[in-house]
């Protein structure tokens, strides 16, 4: 109310109502207002404000003059640090930011700073903790319009994704799609943000045509997205869709966009990201050499900010690069760290990890291998990710035969074949 805040600012002050009135108003106007009985005029609160030393804004909402653009710049600088891996500090101001925010009933401001919470507990491999973080900027966000939501619900969707449910992560996506749409709201970076999430999503749960699709939107959105840092999230996530596409230059050159927009933001850990995905395609493109050079320096940047979940997936990639170079040891010494880093999360990422090990150990040790490869069946069935359980069979069909048991390498085939039938 503002005769609250006008009766605080005034005693404040050592202010009687009649010298806050003079000499345009008279000591009765002022305790009308106080008390709430009368609401003040735009010229009487620009008299008021001025009388008090106040800005009118502070008068009227009770903010300070400039208060959302220094939290604005206080959260900027704190998820920076949480980039640069200053985890403690980070949180510390987050929850300041937070709490002031809610004070002074700026829902946006406090949502972000709640996201960065999230985004936290993300790296430090608690996706459960995070996705409460996540909910919770969405609830205080609830009245606000749907493309405000999306950097939350794009962050409750990868904490699903690290929970090994895909499928629901790519529901919630959609969902908020078709909210924004049937409002009507043309927002490019809301849109670009959502579509690159999806892409993403798409490419991992095997629906390649869907996946062309969003990045079909991400090259119309393109020209209108002005954020720097969803121009960067759209150039690292349709990369992955240009490679499945075989579009291997256009993929890298999105990769070296999106580096620069991070590097121009400050923002390490998303710097690491790119080098984690160039690696990902000079891999598949037959470049080891510059494959493992990428992701030697991801695994670097991430060591160095403390984000312990990208680690894993970095060690992953990593070793499958060894194995494809020769260098077996090296290979199976980088999964044996991802796995004990991830203990007993049952992810994708660890049955990613088992399969890469079962790979490795295939010649040395085949029934360990053997091991491995139905341990990964089992995480990557219980994510019901159809594609990884029909590559992973397919690998324990090639290893089951090479040690001469061919009807189990037969039923191996077959199962895997079969777990691709709800998308053929």
Not at 363 to 391: H, T
């Amino acid at each position: 109310m503002i005769g609250t805040r006008l009766r605080r600012l005034r005693l404040a002050r050592g202010l009687t109502q009649a010298q806050l009135a003079a000499p345009r108003y008279t000591h009765a106007y002022v305790s009308s207002i106080e008390a709430g009985r009368r609401r003040a005029s735009p010229d009487a609160i620009r008299h008021f404000a001025s009388r008090l030393g106040v800005d009118r804004e502070e008068l009227e909402t009770g903010r300070e003059s400039g208060a959302t653009a220094r939290l604005e710049l206080r959260l900027d600088e704190a998820l920076i640090g949480l980039s640069a891996g200053r985890l403690e500090e980070a949180e510390a101001e987050c929850r300041a930011v937070a709490r002031e925010a809610k004070r002074l009933q700026l829902p946006r401001i406090q949502a972000k700073a709640v996201e960065g919470l999230g985004l936290l507990l993300e790296r430090s491999e608690r996706p459960e903790d995070a996705l409460d973080q996540y909910r919770r900027a969405e609830e205080i966000l609830e009245p606000e319009p749907p493309t405000v939501r999306v950097d939350a619900v794009a962050g409750k969707a990868r904490c699903f994704h690290s929970l090994g449910d895909v499928r629901y992560e790519i529901h919630i996506l959609e969902t908020l799609l078709a909210e924004i749409d049937r409002e009507g709201i043309p927002d490019p970076n809301a849109l670009a943000r959502l579509h690159a999430a999806l892409a993403y999503a798409y490419v991992e749960a095997g629906l390649y045509n869907s996946a062309a699709q969003s990045a079909a939107e991400l090259e119309r959105l393109a020209p209108r997205v002005t954020d720097p840092l969803r121009i960067a999230q759209m150039h690292l996530h349709v990369a992955r869709v240009y490679l499945v596409q075989g579009r291997v230059e256009d993929a890298e050159r999105s990769l070296q966009r999106a580096e620069e927009a991070y590097r121009q933001a400050n923002l390490e850990t998303e710097v690491g990201y790119a080098h984690l995905a160039l690696g990902y395609v000079f891999s598949r493109d037959g470049r080891l050499g510059e494959a493992r050079q990428e992701l030697e320096h991801a695994l670097q940047i991430f060591e160095d900010t403390a984000d312990t979940k990208d680690i894993t997936r970095v060690l992953n990639e990593l070793a499958r690069t060894e194995r494809l170079r020769g260098h077996l040891d090296r290979a199976r010494e980088l999964l044996e760290r991802s796995i004990e880093l991830m203990g007993e999360n049952d992810t994708p990422i660890l049955a990613w990890a088992h399969r890469e090990l079962g790979l490795v150990l295939s010649e040395s040790d085949p029934v360990s291998a053997e091991k491995s490869l139905r341990l990964a069946i089992e995480i990557y069935e219980r994510a019901e990710q159809s594609v990884d359980v029909a590559v992973t069979y397919r690998a324990l069909g090639e290893l089951l035969t090479a040690r001469g048991d061919h009807e189990g390498g037969c039923d191996a085939y077959r199962v895997g074949i079969m777990a691709l039938e709800p998308r053929l």
